[in-house]
């Protein structure tokens, strides 16, 4: 088993659609989640940062933790073109184990 | 968010010529830079971290005397490809460690082509 997986999709949805895309992972030890965006050719930026289990709004983006279900997801709302890019869920432990272990990301495509 | 820099963003060469890559940590003292590489379609892997003033540490695979890293100060890191060859076309992408955060800025890539 992977230590995080996530579904490489592809995934398309229209324009206003809700996205939801999903992080599994095995490791209890992680502790620090993020997501990031990455366009074609481009290095990833990162979109969304949580500590432990819970959510986190940053404007039509919401990141969840569910640190029980070792679960976590990241929730467009409003989607629009310009967020056709591939996500990538990464995290790590911290406390002196910086590296971050990503999931293999899930192309999304907002058709207008 | 924090802004990390790299150079050049394109660089094709020849077969067995060296080639370096700098990364730049703009507004933020990095002591702990990463180097990717990225195929197409497919995740990051990592190659090296390099630790401002001391020796990178290298992932397994990952050749030491063909990807040399170089942290000198706190704000630059630089991987230099040597002796490249066609299977080291990829897309190199760096990444600077915020301690305060626990996460990584990655900066915009570096396409390589060897010829």
């Known amino acids: 088993q992977k230590e995080v997986e996530q579904d490489p999709g592809p995934l398309s949805v229209p324009e206003g659609a809700i996205v939801s895309l999903n992080c599994t992972y095995s490791?209890?030890?992680?502790?620090?989640f993020m997501w990031y965006r990455q366009y074609s050719r481009k290095g990833p930026e990162l979109l969304m940062y949580t500590y432990s289990s819970g959510n986190k709004e940053d404007g039509r983006f919401t990141a969840q933790v569910d640190k029980s279900s070792k679960y976590i997801s990241l929730f467009i709302r409003d989607s629009q073109p310009s967020d056709s890019a591939t996500y990538l869920c990464a995290m790590t432990p911290g406390a002196g184990s910086y590296q971050l272990t990503f999931g293999k990301g899930t192309k999304l495509s907002v058709i207008p | 968010g924090a802004v990390v820099s790299q150079h050049p963003s394109r660089v094709i060469c020849k077969s067995g010529t060296s080639v370096k890559i700098e990364c730049r940590s703009l507004?933020?003292?990095?002591?702990?830079m990463f180097w990717y590489r990225q195929f197409p379609k497919q995740s990051l892997m990592l190659m090296a971290t390099?630790?401002?003033?001391?020796?990178?540490?290298?992932e397994q695979g990952v050749e030491k005397d063909k990807f040399l890293i170089n942290h000198a100060s706190l704000t630059l890191s630089t991987l230099t490809v040597t002796s490249a060859h066609p299977e080291d076309s990829s897309f190199y992408i760096c990444?600077?460690?915020?301690?305060?955060?626990?996460?990584?800025?990655f900066g915009p890539g570096t396409r390589l082509l060897v010829l």
């Open positions: 490791n209890s030890a992680f502790q620090y």
């Open positions: 507004d933020f003292q990095a002591t702990t």
């Open positions: 390099s630790n401002e003033g001391s020796k990178a540490t290298y």
């Open positions: 990444s600077a460690r915020d301690r305060v955060k626990e996460t990584q800025y």
